[in-house]
């Protein structure tokens, strides 16, 4: 974030130097103090400077701190229905109107008075959407290398990609924290064992390792042609550096293709496989939000929806008389 100490305009199109640096301020803070990963900073940083750049046009002028204060209610508004009219959806305006308000509550903390137009526009509402999970049988298919047995693939190629995918299913991890994991962090062959994962705003929380899932990333780590330090990551790639997530997702497009699976069918799909398969089958919520790693038992609720929407569709379509 260093880059947001230089007073130069171009940094944020639209931004007087003393914005551009309290900016720069503002996202030392949340890395810092609320340690925001640097994806959330990015869209924060993104969401901000759009702001900027259109309050600017609709002004006339480079946003200054004072023309900051000055806004007015009408001005988010306007913001908000030009985001609307850009194709944003009522999700996608919140989430700009968040970081926006973020910035200027921190300006407010550092003196620089009182920013009320703010907080007086209410965010937008957004349709609730479920998760979609995958079926019992489609998940394990899908985390299988036998699945990829006529793939061109190399062999330990093919492990690897079932190895992450079987970790996003049988422990519920994001793909990031599957790819964060280091050598070390390797559960032992034949388990269960357990996995230390750096979560969301850089928690710590330990996640259980069923015994075939650990199997896989034993079968991938022996097959692996890379020479590996107790630091280095799991996960590596073709070359042997850390394995981009992309590379994760364009297996599991190749898997939907194979499989016939939708196009909701994503990497992140198997984690609200996860979740909803441990609710259908009895799991504490509390439990699940644990594993999981949600700051909100409100989030983890949500899958109580997915999991009452499926009982819905089968008694609609087996039951005489729905």
């Not at 850009?86 to 921190?106: E, K, M, N, P």
């Not at 299988?144 to 990609?161: C, F, K, M, N, P």
């Not at 441990?278 to 644990?290: C, F, N, T, Y």
Request: charged fraction near 25%.
């Amino acid at each position: 974030m260093a880059a947001f100490d230089l007073p130069a305009d171009a940094l944020v199109p639209g931004a007087a130097s003393d914005t551009v640096t309290a900016m720069g301020r503002w996202l030392r803070h949340l890395g810092a103090e609320r340690r925001l990963s640097p994806k959330t900073l990015e869209a924060y940083g993104r969401d901000v400077r759009v702001f900027l750049g259109f309050l600017s046009g609709h002004n006339g002028e480079a946003v200054s701190l004072k023309a900051m204060g000055e806004a007015a209610p009408r001005d988010v508004r306007a913001f908000m229905a030009r985001r609307r009219a850009d194709g944003l959806d009522a999700r996608s305006i919140g989430r700009a109107l968040a970081a926006v308000r973020s910035f200027t509550r921190f300006l407010e903390r550092e003196g620089e008075g009182r920013m009320a137009a703010f907080s007086a526009v209410r965010t937008p509402k957004a349709a609730r959407r479920l998760p979609r999970p995958l079926n019992v049988a489609a998940a394990r298919r899908v985390a299988s290398a036998g699945t990829r047995e006529h793939d061109d693939a190399e062999l330990w190629v093919i492990a690897r990609d079932a190895a992450v995918l079987a970790l996003l299913y049988g422990s519920g991890l994001r793909i990031s924290e599957a790819l964060g994991l280091r050598q070390k962090d390797a559960p032992l062959p034949g388990g269960p064992g357990q996995v230390t994962v750096l979560g969301k705003g850089a928690k710590v929380r330990q996640v259980p390792v069923i015994a075939k899932v650990a199997d896989a990333i034993a079968d991938y780590r022996r097959l692996c042609p890379f020479a590996r330090g107790a630091d280095d990551p799991l996960f590596v790639g073709v070359k042997g550096g850390p394995l981009s997530p992309r590379i994760i997702q364009l297996a599991m497009q190749r898997l939907r293709g194979a499989l016939g699976l939708p196009e909701t069918a994503t990497p992140h799909a198997l984690r609200h496989s996860f979740a909803t398969h441990l609710l259908g089958r009895g799991g504490d919520l509390r439990s699940i939000q644990e594993l999981l790693g949600h700051a909100s038992l409100s989030t983890t609720q949500i899958y109580t929806e997915v999991d009452t929407a499926a009982l819905l569709r089968v008694y609609e379509s087996a039951h005489p008389r729905a």
